[in-house]
Structures are given as C-alpha cells and as structure tokens.
C-alpha cells in the first residue's frame, strides 16, 4: 500500500535554531517528492520538489533532500523564524494508479521566541 | 492570478441539509482534485477531474456525496444530506504542468 510516513507528529524550537523534519514514503513507482507548508486556516504552498535523480533542493532557508534508496527525504529549516509555525506536508507522487498524491499527515512546527 | 478559489471560506449547517461547496480553478490548469483534511486522517483526496471529466471519484466516501465540473472554471462539492461526521475542511487544487496549487478552503462545521 502506498504509504507516506512523517516525523515527528510535532516540533517545538526556539527561534533561531536549526529543526529537521523526516518523511519515509513506500509509494512506488515514484515520480517525485515535494515538500509543502500549510499556515493554519489556508491551503498546503509548495516548498521543493524533487525526482527520482535529485538528492537535494533548497528554497531560502528550506532545503530538502532525497534518497530515493532508503525512500527516505527530509526537510531542513535553517535559523527558524516565528512565521515557519505551521504544518510541513510531504507528498509523494507516483506516475501510475489513481492516486496522484499521497500525503503524509505532517509535521505541526511551532518556533517559539 | 488570483490562484484556486474557493467558497464560501466557512460553513456551518444543521446535521440533514445540503452543502454545496464552490473552487475555482486557475486559468489553463488541466486538472481539478477534492480533498478533504481532518486532524486524525490528514489530506484525503475525495475525486478528481481531468478537461471536466471525473477521473476517480473512490475517495467520495459515500452516495451522500458529489462532484460536478460543468466547465473548466468552475466545480461544486455537494453533500446531501450532511451530517457530523462530515465535518473537516475541504480542499480544491488545480494541477498545470505538475504545479499543483492549493485553494485556502471551506471549513466546514455539522452541528
């Protein structure tokens, strides 16, 4: 069953530290992986995407990495800021099935000053 | 562009009635999807749309829920009759060129 697993469930920093969140996923075949905040009371925003021949990928102070061998990705946030309080989706995409995304349930963030 | 649109931004309906929710979609985008995200399940993709044809509606998760895309700028969710268990926020997305944009969604509330 394609399966995309996140953790943790929820992270609690001080602003101005580094976090690393965690996404193992069992979609196969895979297509590629993207990465996605979701502020409270709005719609998911894409950070990354990455395919199968990507290791990493950065956007400002995200950056994502990729092994599409251990089927394994992670999401590092570098010096925290209050507005990276939300939720980060990964979301697996695979190019057959009915499915076209499979979401993790994410990770809730909190930086606290 | 004004992105996915979607309304109304909050409903709150008595357990029985209909719910009709309403998504935008952005210009040229091919492809619509229905999602719906609870605290326990996380994003669940109800159905989804490709040139105004459903593709895969198994994710509906029962007759008292329905899609229609009557042209490629606008799609309803319906839910008739409603009921508690339905409550959560939904989600409409528009897919162009593998760009998945998200619409900012309805809550919804059955009481």
């Known amino acids: 069953k394609n399966q995309v697993e996140q953790s943790p469930q929820s992270l609690i920093i001080l602003e101005g530290k580094n976090c690393t969140l965690q996404?193992?996923?069992?979609?196969?075949?895979?297509?590629?992986l993207r990465w996605y905040k979701q502020d409270t009371g709005r719609g998911p925003v894409s950070l990354t995407i990455?395919?199968?021949?990507?290791n990493t990928k950065s956007n400002g102070r995200y950056t994502a990495t990729l092994d599409a061998d251990t089927k394994q990705s992670s999401l590092h946030i570098t010096a925290s800021q209050l507005s990276d309080s939300a939720s980060y989706i990964c979301v697996v995409s695979s190019p057959s099935g009915n499915t076209p995304l499979v979401f993790g349930k994410g990770t809730r963030l909190s930086v606290i000053a | 562009d004004a992105g996915v649109i979607q309304s109304p931004r909050h409903e709150v309906t008595e357990m029985g009635q209909e719910v009709t929710l309403r998504c935008k979609p952005i210009?040229?985008?091919?492809?619509l999807f229905w999602y719906r995200q609870t605290m326990m399940r996380g994003l669940e993709l109800l159905i989804y749309f490709n040139n105004n044809v459903p593709i895969d509606d198994s994710g509906m998760p029962e007759d008292r829920f329905s899609a229609k895309m009557p042209n490629a700028s606008f799609s309803t969710l319906k839910i008739q009759p409603s009921e508690p268990r339905d409550s959560a926020v939904y989600f409409c997305?528009?897919?162009?060129?593998?760009?998945?944009?998200f619409g900012s969604g309805t809550r919804l509330t059955v009481v």
């Open positions: 210009s040229g985008h091919d492809y």
């Open positions: 997305a528009s897919r162009g060129s593998s760009v998945y944009t």
């Open positions: 996404c193992n996923y069992t979609v196969s075949p895979f297509s590629n």
């Open positions: 990455m395919t199968f021949s990507e």
